[in-house]
């Protein structure tokens, strides 16, 4: 029971996703027994709120919290009964057939990949982040979990993406874009030029080297780079809503006249704003390991929670991490 | 005489600055010498054109153009009688004081390198890129011009960055951030933490790791980054508007309320995001030559080209080379 608003959000969104659901799959919900379980029966005060039946759920004590300033190793070394490393452990032995958690995003991705291990062939497990683009959404992998990277990660990443990606979107060959410095075989770094090479041969329907304008033309749907550039990236584009509001501000008090335009268009701008905020989007795969496990935003709302539980129920259908290992076979990656 | 729109901007920009210069300095005009001599002559024609006296100009006749397709090396090799090689040539033999340019960036930077040399303890010259805050802009550096930096790179790019902002907006310790993925010193891929290590000691006011987010805060004076990482963070940057405008116009689509809405704050809207286009502020140095060098964006318009102008005459006025290289002796860079 992880993020900024558990256990109220998490339990909220786990309750709705089992009211939609309608039995298709059990939730676990790992976290402090007695908090959960007065969570789960305030469920029914809430406007929106279902109490899930007794047979629907059940809860596994985890009585210690990794927060956000903990060092990435804790759910394995000093916080071995928080939800992160009981519910991993669970996941490893078989017990629940995916993890889901907006928990610290570190301490989740370095326990996954010990817990869990990676898939055959994978030297680096990924996290991708969904970027919103006048069209469907581009993943942005690896979105910061991996710095240093060398050409063969940067391809890894490449098959890890484009086979999530397809099958979250029922398409056959995603289009795969290079991040680099321009356009032409000659731009790039060392690392990206080596990629290059090997995304070339790499059986992927590969566009080459991209830009940062690119990103959210919406002509790719994935777009590869060094968790150190994306993440950069990440956070530098969730900052310019703030900028952009700010200006607003000013703007808005340079004049009545101003004031007043600014009042009308305050709802319209809003709702605009709301869709560059790629958290709002739910939860990314961590890709690469030898299960299925969602990450959330750290202030992820019910909704969120709710996606991301039936994004892990998608993961499991689809076989992400069987196409994966084919694949990776097919490219001797 | 560079840029999509030469010569009419440039001229346009050149003799608008004499007029408001009244005599500071003078200009020399490098590029095809009929088409200069017909261009200033129409400058009486314009709304606010102005015609220099013969005593304020000349023109050195400079007949071939590199264009954005040429390689970087063409104005060294290809062609030597453009008005980057011509310019540069003179720069480097004192006939003129700085050189400027809205040509191929690429080319101006590698004919400015060779042809003006490095300053001493100079690795590489640096380009950097004004990006808007709500406060003053910030200057990232490097924003493009070198990829695959060593830390002893990216330490000189703070230290020219800090010189120059230092000097053109008056104040006496810029506040230096080194663009990494979390604010502690244990963060960072391994150019950028052993970078910190040198930053640290380096006299500078510096303010450690910053992250994306920071950037446009308008907490810092100067971001320092590999240029791989600058040139996809700013053309990421660029096209956040257009990502915007189009959202905005489906939302302006979605009902006759939303159309009314939208266009009413449209004129707003305009305001607001031309200060996001960074391009809008004129050029930004190149740092690092043994000269005064300005570089602008391919679509100057005559407003940027003064600017440009103007820049480079504080730039000269400021001594930025020199004080750049007596801060690197005292750090022992």
Redo the contacts between chains.
Sequence with gaps: MGGDYAPANVVSGACQALHEAGGRFRVVLFGPEDTLRATIRDQGALPDGHVPSPDQYSIVHAPEVIDMHDPATAALKTKRKSSISVGLHQHRDGLVDAFVSAGNTGAVLSAATLILGRLRGIGRPTIGALV???KAPCLLVDA?AN??CRPQHLLEFAIMGSIYVGAMRNIANPKVGL???GEEDSK???A?LAALKLLRKSGLNFAGNV???????GELDVVV?????G??????????P???K???Q??ARSSPL?SA??L??KN??R??MK??DYQEHGGVPLLGVNGVVIIGHGKSSPKAIKNMIFRAEETIHKAVNRNIQEMLTQTDA
């Design positions: 919103p683009t006048p910061g710095v240093d991040l680099s410095i790039g770094n060392e990206s830009e940062g304008r690119d990103i959210m033309s780079c060094d968790g150190f550039v993440n950069i990236l990440l956070k530098f584009g969730e900052s310019i703030h900028f952009f700010a200006k607003f000013t703007f101003s335009i600014a009308v268009a319209g701008l709702r605009v869709e560059m």
